[in-house]
């Protein structure tokens, strides 16, 4: 048998080949913290877990924890007052104009950090929506997230009912009712979705506004193909915001990676990265048809390199992670190259009761039992034939068991070692006959038909010589 083809497994996106590195597999203690809080944050709650999602911890963390502090110091001090005076609907927009005015100054598509925000003013529509929601909780207004396909923007309870924010310009409060706004927006490259189209937005809570920040990061990573590096944060996003959403983009982001690792070799990294990850985070149903990919290739390298024991050692390891099904095929596809190798290496004694009993255990197929089995008996009759005669080669193939005996090959066997032995007798025959011995010329046929008394083509020998008068 040749070498056996790998299977090649796609990315749901692009990919290049990298170097493997070591891969966080379990979520950050911060992040497994945050688990218990509830899904509307308080003010100190958001700004922490949107710096944290923005990849700052310890020192960093607690630096821009400060600065946070002393902003919203300024902010209160600024809607201390008069602010009291007005609508909700006014405080709403002040907050909005409030933003633009003192922090946000340069939208930029991927910047989502908010670390970033606050020392440069720089935004994209996740960081500004994050930030606009940390002004309206200091100021007491009840503001929440609204998700499209491609893009965040808050709402925010006032006396007029719920009202957008389009927090990417300052035109965005209450947007369609503006000119502006228009003309301001469309510089971000997104499609404002107003209240009436419900299928294209969704209400989140602060939890998933927060893990927007992770996901903007994800996909820069993912674009970049940095796919390892996307693994810790898909964790991270999930066990903070545990959606359905999130759940499926942690898994998208293990096969990615596993993809990338089995697309360059790395066949056992790939399983048992996958292995691992599968069975922590419950997806072994969902992955079962990567899994087995990985196993297969795997098992391929291995026996591409005819190394049985490892193969074996690895279908072992491989019975607690695959289904019976697939499984079973493993197994399957190691029996049938060992057998394979043995049919072609090794003597007929040892190889033939291997091929009886896998396919007695259904290790081998029918058609695959049928073709082992003819090979073996015919090449054996043959080695018989040389070694002492085709008589003996007949008597061997018709004491086969019946089963076996009843093949096609076999039966074609049995006549061609039959002819064949007929042939030589014929042939001895022949050589006394033209030297005029007829004596011996008719021993040597009647020898033979004493063996097999209707053989065809020594009677008609024996009936031609009689006819001679000798």
């Known amino acids: 048998m040749g070498k056996l083809s790998i299977i090649i497994t796609f990315l749901i996106i692009s990919i290049c080949f990298l170097n493997a590195?070591?891969?966080?597999?379990?979520?950050?203690?911060?992040?497994?913290?945050?688990?218990?809080?509830?899904?509307?944050?308080?003010?100190?709650?958001?700004?922490?877990?949107?710096?944290?999602?923005?990849?700052?911890?310890?020192?960093?963390?607690?630096?821009?924890?400060?600065?946070?502090?002393?902003?919203l110091l300024k902010f209160t001090e600024d809607i201390s007052g008069s602010f009291e005076t007005i609508s909700t609907y006014e405080q709403g927009e002040f907050i909005l104009n409030w933003a633009h005015e003192n922090i946000l100054r340069n939208y930029i598509e991927e910047q989502t950090l908010m670390n970033v925000l606050i020392d440069t003013g720089n935004y994209n529509c996740v960081s500004s929506a994050i930030f606009y929601l940390i002004l309206a909780k200091e100021a007491g207004l009840n503001s929440e997230t609204i998700e499209t396909s491609d893009h965040a923007f808050c709402t925010v309870n006032t006396n007029r009912g719920w009202v957008d924010v389009e927090t990417t310009t300052s035109y965005g409060f209450n947007p369609g009712i503006k000119k502006e706004f228009q003309q301001s927006f469309n510089q971000t490259g997104y499609t404002y979705v107003p209240p009436g189209n419900y299928r294209t937005r969704q209400r989140i809570n602060d939890k998933e506004a927060v893990s927007l920040i992770l996901q903007n990061r994800m996909s820069v990573l993912q674009k970049n193909n940095k796919h390892d590096q996307a693994i810790a944060l898909s964790i991270a996003r999930w066990t903070f915001a545990d959606t359905d959403k999130s759940f499926k983009d942690m898994n998208d982001s293990f096969r990615n990676w596993a993809a990338v690792l089995n697309n360059k070799g790395s066949?056992?990294?790939?399983?048992?990265?996958?292995?691992?990850?599968?069975?922590?985070?419950?997806?072994?149903?969902?992955?079962?048809?990567?899994?087995?990919?990985?196993?297969?290739?795997?098992?391929?390298?291995?026996?591409?390199?005819?190394?049985?024991?490892?193969?074996?050692k690895f279908l072992l390891e491989s019975k607690s992670i695959l289904n019976s099904s697939d499984q079973s095929k493993l197994e399957k596809l190691v029996t049938r190259d060992y057998l394979s190798d043995i049919v072609r290496n090794r003597n007929y004694e040892e190889s033939l009761p291997l091929v009886r009993e896998a396919y007695k255990s259904n290790g081998i197929s029918n058609s695959e039992w049928q073709n082992w089995i003819t090979v073996l008996h015919q090449n054996k009759a043959l080695e018989i034939s040389e070694t002492t005669d085709w008589w003996e080669a007949w008597q061997f193939l018709l004491k086969l068991p019946q089963e076996e005996k009843n093949l096609s090959g076999i039966i074609q066997s049995i006549k061609l070692a039959h002819d064949n032995w007929s042939f030589d007798i014929h042939n001895k025959f022949a050589d006394y006959y033209n030297k005029q011995n007829f004596k011996e010329a008719e021993l040597v046929l009647r020898k033979g038909l004493l063996l097999d008394p209707d053989n065809k083509y020594l009677s008609q020998d024996l009936k031609d010589l009689i006819k001679i008068d000798y």
């Open 21 to 71: 590195g070591e891969v966080q597999t379990d979520p950050g203690k911060y992040w497994l913290q945050t688990r218990t809080w509830e899904k509307s944050l308080t003010t100190s709650m958001l700004i922490e877990s949107s710096l944290a999602a923005s990849g700052l911890s310890g020192d960093n963390l607690n630096q821009y924890k400060n600065k946070f502090k002393q902003l």
């Open 267 to 312: 066949y056992t990294e790939a399983y048992y990265f996958l292995s691992e990850v599968s069975q922590k985070y419950s997806l072994m149903d969902k992955n079962s048809d990567l899994l087995y990919d990985l196993a297969y290739n795997q098992i391929i390298s291995i026996l591409n390199n005819g190394d049985y024991n490892s193969a074996n």
